[in-house]
């Protein structure tokens, strides 16, 4: 269990918020509209009203406390760079900011942040591999080689084992798990079968994957 300070509670604040309650962390939430800190209590163990840019303020929380600090503010990029920058002079051990443009993630880096997510370009990047083909499942990109798809079974791996394909050896693509009825197995030998009612999860160079599936 981490302490979580978050900052910032719109749509993507409160979706965080929920998120990290289901993880059984503890989490204090900030946004100076009591509406929206309203609209979280019941997914936080502590809340406050108040402005995130105000040094006094933020001090008064104990940003030292907190294993990690996320600024989710999304409709002001003014108050999320100060907020940023702020924990950061406070001592903060890990701050981790939104940005909607690339131009705000390089500011943000530079002031305070040590980890920048980007939801819309991540979304985006995201929606176009799922739509290039019908077998994409899920996918979840780890650099700007690597990435982790969840594909149905192609008809031509039917009935076949998984040293059979030694998609491994041939596209340096390794099964990290199958999924069938909702539940992912792990437990993955080469004698294991493949069949069109199961997914598969895979790790891989993006080409490499695309090569595989046709995608």
Same mark, same amino acid.
């Given at each position: #269990? =981490?302490?979580?300070?978050?900052?910032?509670?719109?749509? *993507?604040?409160?979706? +965080?918020? #929920?998120?990290?309650y289901e993880m059984n962390h503890q989490i204090m939430a900030v946004d100076y509209n009591e509406e929206r800190v309203n609209g979280v209590l019941s997914f936080v163990t502590s809340a406050q009203i108040g402005d995130s840019t105000n040094e006094e303020f933020l001090s008064s929380l104990g940003i030292r406390n907190f294993d990690a600090c996320i600024?989710? %503010?999304? &409709? $002001? *990029?003014?108050?999320?760079? /100060?907020?940023?920058?702020?924990? =950061? /002079?406070?001592?903060? =051990?890990k701050v981790i900011a939104r940005a909607s443009r690339g131009v705000q993630e390089k500011f943000l880096l530079r002031?305070?942040? $040590? /980890?920048?997510?980007?939801? /819309?370009?991540?979304l985006a990047s995201w929606t176009a591999i799922r739509c290039t083909s019908e077998? +994409?499942?899920d996918?979840?990109?780890? &650099? @700007? &080689?690597?990435? %982790? *798809?969840?594909l149905s079974v192609p008809d031509m791996w039917n009935g076949r084992t998984i040293l059979q394909l030694d998609i491994r =050896? @041939?596209?340096? +693509?390794? +099964?990290?798990?199958?999924?069938? &009825?909702?539940?992912?197995? #792990?437990n993955v030998a080469a004698d294991t079968v493949l069949s069109?009612?199961?997914s598969i999860l895979v790790l891989g160079k993006q080409k490499a994957v695309q090569k595989c599936f046709h995608i």
């Open positions: #269990m =981490k302490s979580i300070l978050l900052i910032g509670l719109g749509r *993507f604040g409160k979706h +965080i918020a #929920m998120k990290l600024v989710a %503010i999304g &409709d $002001d *990029f003014q108050s999320s760079l /100060e907020t940023a920058s702020l924990l =950061k /002079e406070l001592g903060a =051990k002031n305070g942040a $040590d /980890e920048v997510v980007y939801p /819309e370009k991540q077998h +994409i499942l996918y979840i990109e780890l &650099d @700007k &080689d690597y990435s %982790i *798809f969840e =050896k @041939k596209y340096g +693509i390794n +099964i990290l798990g199958i999924r069938k &009825d909702g539940r992912l197995n #792990m069109r009612e199961k």
